[in-house]
């Protein structure tokens, strides 16, 4: 995934920049990187490996040598930025987040203008030069990122830093927020909506799908008018998006209480257990609502251990995910001798941590362990999104399941039947998910509950990991 934030300030921004980066930490593990301008000095810009240590610690150097009234920074899952890049544009910063399915495409027709690429280690393209080169195809930024939404296939939503002003463009389908946030001495713009509250902001506006707006300390212009089609992540709501977030006018901690109030309503009369617990982080709120709406009680049968694993990603290669997943969660025994618990979790993608921390309880002396993730079945793999726990179709259980009971790969009609709640096929699936990773018994959300409780109806929603639709 990945996030970022800027700041355009009359006074220097650099304080502001470090912490609204620092919230993003949740979205990203690999890489982080800081980019400023003065007047006076010109550009300066940091990029770090985080993955052995946070943001705070990397750049604690920068925060205090750094100065700007100007500044971008993110957080990064895979490529290093922001990157700096002179052109016929001049000299400026750019960042980005979202995903580019046709990225050979675009390198093979932009290398016919003489340009080169530098390749990262795995022979990749940085995705962020790959969008600099974009815009600088053409006469003007507002132009050239006109034409980069246009050719992009997947998402991509770009924060550009000039010495005139920081330029922010949201994704086509905005499937990844902007928000901007506005106090005395200037403006802000974030992933995350809760990133500059702290810093003393207020909320100013959040872009359309498809905006493009120029923040300076003095004001927000709109060069290009918000679309009429948004296809936000749903995801963000469900698991991506900090609890104190807020998307679309609604928060993140209200979705999560509502779907588990859902799931609850849908469980009435099926299963009794002592308690309700959430896989922490991410599926607490979910089992809060649970409880609220169920009456069966709350608690915490085990924790996760932070300290040293203080952001809520895991490392993207598995076998490490596998061993931290294992390692980071810590029983509290007597909450969970002969109980019947009730779990729930954000998603079930491939199967393995899920798997593993329903053993983990039941030799931690568990009676039951009821599963009830808090979204439908993920079928199709992201690919709009760097969604780093799946890369493609068969990393998903689902997939690998249908697989086994179809004896071949499914076609598309195949699939639709698996994705319907209310049909055989699926209840075969999810029946045969919940043999093979040994719980007691398993029910997803609905898709249609999901979409209710966040409240801002389906058309607005990107949901092709669940059922396919573009």
Known sequence: MGGFFAAASKEDCVFDLFFGVDYHSHLGTRRA?????????????????????????????????????????????????????????GTFAITTVGKINNADEIVDEIIKTNTHFFEMQN?????????????????????????????????I??????????????????????????????????????????LGYE??????????????SDEVKTLIAPGKDLKICTFLWTYYGYPSSSYEGLSVETMRYNCGRDLAKRDAGQVKPDIVAGVPDSGIAHAIGYSNESGVPFTRPFVKYTPTWPRSFMPTHQTKRNLIAKMKLIPIHDLIENKSLLLIDDSIVRG???????????????????????????????????????????????????????????????????ANPD????????????????????????????????????????????????
């Open 33 to 89: 990187g800081l980019a400023v301008y003065d007047s006076e000095n010109g550009f300066d810009k940091a990029i770090h490996n985080i993955e052995n240590a946070p943001f705070r610690t990397k750049f604690t150097k920068e925060s205090v040598e750094m100065h700007g009234n100007m500044g971008i920074g993110c957080i990064s899952d895979f490529e290093a930025q922001p990157i700096l890049v002179r052109s016929h544009h």
């Open 157 to 198: 939503s770009i924060m550009i830093l000039t010495p005139r002003g920081i330029y922010c463009a949201r994704d086509k389908f905005g499937r990844t927020p902007i928000v901007l946030g506005k106090k005395e001495n200037g403006f802000c713009a974030s992933f995350e909506s809760f990133a500059y509250l702290n």
């Open 203 to 216: 909320d100013y506006k959040e872009l359309g799908p498809g905006e493009v707006v120029v923040m300076t």
């Open 423 to 470: 049909s055989e096929k699926y209840q075969q699936m999810v029946d045969e998910i919940c043999k093979e990773l040994k719980f007691t018994s398993l029910r997803y959300q609905r898709l249609d509950d999901m979409i209710e409780s966040i409240g801002i109806g389906e058309n607005k929603l990107c949901t092709y990991c669940w059922n396919g639709k573009e």
């Open 352 to 418: 393995t941590q899920l798997g593993e921390t329903t053993e983990f309880l039941y030799n931690s002396g568990a009676r039951e362990v009821h599963i009830r993730p808090a979204c439908p079945p993920i079928i199709y793999s992201c690919k709009y999104l760097n969604f780093s726990r799946s890369t493609s179709d068969m990393d998903l259980i689902t997939r690998r399941v249908i697989q086994k009971l179809e004896g071949g790969d499914p076609d598309e009609e195949t699939l639709k039947e698996y």
């Open 123 to 155: 022979g990749d393209i940085n995705q962020t030069e790959l969008v600099a080169s974009i815009i600088n195809q053409k006469e003007n930024f507002i132009d050239g990122i006109r034409y980069a939404q246009e050719i992009v296939d997947g998402s």
